[in-house]
C-alpha cells in the first residue's frame, strides 16, 4: 500500500493508458468513414475512365506554366461535346430539378457554409432544390474536399453516387455554384463553338483537349455570358481577352453568383415553372407559338404595332429594350442612344400565359410598387458599373411629334434609374411600370 499520494498518481496513470486506445480507435473510426466515402468513385467507376482522370490530371500539374490557374479540373471528356447537340447535356437531367445531398464529413464548418450559400443562390435564382438524401434515393451528388483539385464534379446525373468537390484555396461559394452546375448538366461557357467571337485566344497556347479547347455549338444561340459562373476568369493567357468593348472581366471576376443569364439557362434547361417560367429566345428560333407566348402588356409603337421586351449585349451590358415585330429589330438603349439589332437578340416569353396557379405576371406601376415584388430581371450593367441588375420597363413617353408613345426599356433598381428607347435616343421616365410576378 502506497501513500494517498502515490495511489491518487497510480489512478491518474491507470486512466491515461486506458483513454489513449480508445482516443486512438476514436480517431481511426474517423479516418475511416472519411476515406472510405472518399474513395468511392475509384471502385464505381470503371478503370478507363480513371486512367483518362489521372492522365488529365498529371498533365495539368506538370505543366508549371498552367497550374492553380484553371479553377476547374473536371475534364472534357465528361463535359457536353458538340456530338451532342447541345452545351446543356441531353437527359440525364434531374428529375424535376430535385438534387438530393450527402455532405462528406471531409468537409469543415466553413466549408458546409459555403456549400450552404451556393444551395441558396440556386434556391432563390432557379427552381433547383437541393434536398437531404433519405433512403428513397437512389442518385446522390457526394459533396467533398479534395485538396488535389481546385473544383471537380461528375456531369449531369449520372445514376447512383456521384461527386462534386472543391479544394485546395477553392473551397469557397463560388466555386461550389460553377461545380453544381456541372452536375446540373452545364458546360463551360468559354469552350462554347462560338467563343472565338467573344475571346481572343489567338495568341495564347491552347492545348487541342485542354480546358480552353471548343467543344459545343449552343443551339439556340443563346446571347454570350461573360458574367456566366460557368466561364473562366479572362484577360491574360491562356484564358483569352474579351472582344467585346467595355468587357474586362469574366466569369467569377465579375461576380460570385449566378449570373442573370445563367439563371435563365438554367430555368429553361429544367423546365421551370411559377415566377421562373419566362424565358428569353433568340429571334431567329421564334415559331408562331412563340409569338402566342409573347406579351406586349397594351404597349404599341407610334404605327400601332406591338411592343415586346427584347435584351443583347452591347457595350459590356445585357441591356433590355423593345422589339417590333414588323421589322424584326429590337431597339436597345445603350450609352444615350438608342442601337437598331437584328441578330443577337432574345425576346421575352411568358409560356403557360400571364396567370398559372396564382402565379401572375403583371405589370405594376413603379411609385405604386409595395413591398419587395418579385421584380423580373432581364439584364445587367457593364463589368465597370457595378453588380446590378437590370429590371423590365415599361413606359409611355412623348415623342418628337409630341404624341405618346409606348415603349420598353431597362430599369436599375440599383441606381432607381430607367432608361428607354424612343427616336433614336435615351430616354428616362418618373412615370413608368415594371414585370413583376406574384407569388401567392
Ligand atoms: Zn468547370
Known amino acids: 500500500m502506497g501513500t494517498p499520494e502515490q495511489n491518487s498518481n497510480y489512478r491518474r496513470i491507470a486512466f491515461i493508458i486506458l483513454i489513449i486506445p480508445f482516443l486512438f480507435l476514436l480517431f481511426l473510426s474517423w479516418r475511416c468513414t472519411c476515406s472510405y466515402r472518399g474513395n468511392i468513385d475509384e471502385r464505381v467507376f470503371p478503370a478507363r475512365w480513371k486512367n483518362k482522370v489521372s492522365h488529365e490530371m498529371e498533365d495539368e500539374l506538370s505543366s508549371t506554366r498552367t497550374v492553380n490557374k484553371f479553377t476547374c479540373q473536371t475534364p472534357n471528356a465528361w463535359l457536353p461535346h458538340a456530338s451532342q447537340g447541345s452545351g446543356s447535356g441531353h437527359g440525364r437531367k434531374w428529375p424535376n430539378g430535385i438534387v438530393p445531398y450527402k455532405l462528406h464529413c471531409s468537409l469543415t464548418f466553413d466549408d458546409r457554409l459555403q456549400v450552404q450559400k451556393a444551395f441558396e443562390e440556386y434556391h432563390s435564382k432557379t427552381c433547383i432544390k437541393f434536398k437531404p438524401w433519405d433512403e428513397n434515393d437512389q442518385s446522390f451528388i457526394s459533396i467533398e474536399v479534395d485538396n488535389r483539385v481546385c473544383g471537380k464534379a461528375n456531369v449531369c446525373k449520372n445514376g447512383g453516387y456521384q461527386f462534386v468537390k472543391f479544394g485546395r484555396n477553392c473551397r469557397n461559394t463560388a466555386t461550389m455554384i460553377h461545380q453544381l452546375g456541372h452536375a446540373l448538366c452545364l458546360g463551360h461557357e468559354h469552350q462554347r463553338s462560338d467563343r472565338d467571337n467573344f475571346l481572343n485566344v489567338k495568341r495564347c497556347y491552347i492545348r487541342k483537349d485542354g480546358p480552353m479547347a471548343k467543344l459545343y455549338a449552343e443551339e439556340p444561340k443563346r446571347l454570350y455570358d461573360y458574367a456566366s459562373q460557368m466561364h473562366f476568369k479572362c484577360g491574360s493567357c491562356p484564358f483569352g481577352n474579351p472582344t467585346k468593348p467595355n468587357v474586362t472581366k469574366c466569369g467569377r471576376q465579375i461576380t460570385q453568383g449566378l449570373s442573370v443569364l445563367d439563371a435563365d439557362h438554367i430555368n429553361a434547361l429544367y423546365d421551370c415553372q411559377g415566377c421562373f417560367r419566362h424565358r428569353w429566345l433568340p429571334i431567329e428560333y421564334l415559331t ?44 436597345i438603349p445603350s450609352l444615350g442612344k438608342e442601337t437598331k439589332l437584328q441578330t443577337n437578340v432574345e425576346v421575352l416569353l411568358i409560356p403557360g400565359g400571364l396567370n398559372q396557379f396564382g402565379k401572375i405576371y403583371q405589370l405594376v406601376k413603379k411609385y405604386e410598387m409595395g413591398i419587395s415584388p418579385f421584380l423580373v430581371p432581364g439584364g445587367r450593367q457593364a463589368d465597370q458599373v457595378g453588380l446590378g441588375l437590370f429590371y423590365i420597363a415599361f413606359g409611355r413617353l412623348k415623342n418628337m411629334y409630341g404624341e405618346m408613345e409606348g415603349t420598353i426599356g431597362k430599369y436599375s433598381l440599383e441606381n432607381d434609374k430607367v432608361f428607354f428607347p424612343l427616336g433614336g435616343g435615351e430616354q428616362g421616365s418618373e412615370d413608368f411600370s415594371l414585370l413583376t410576378c406574384r407569388k401567392e
Open 288 to 331: 408562331d407559338q412563340d409569338f402566342k407566348d409573347m406579351y406586349n402588356f397594351g404597349y404599341n409603337s407610334r404605327t400601332g404595332s406591338p411592343l415586346y421586351p427584347c435584351r443583347a449585349q452591347i457595350h459590356g451590358e445585357i441591356a433590355i429594350g423593345k422589339y417590333q415585330k414588323v421589322d424584326k429589330t429590337c431597339y
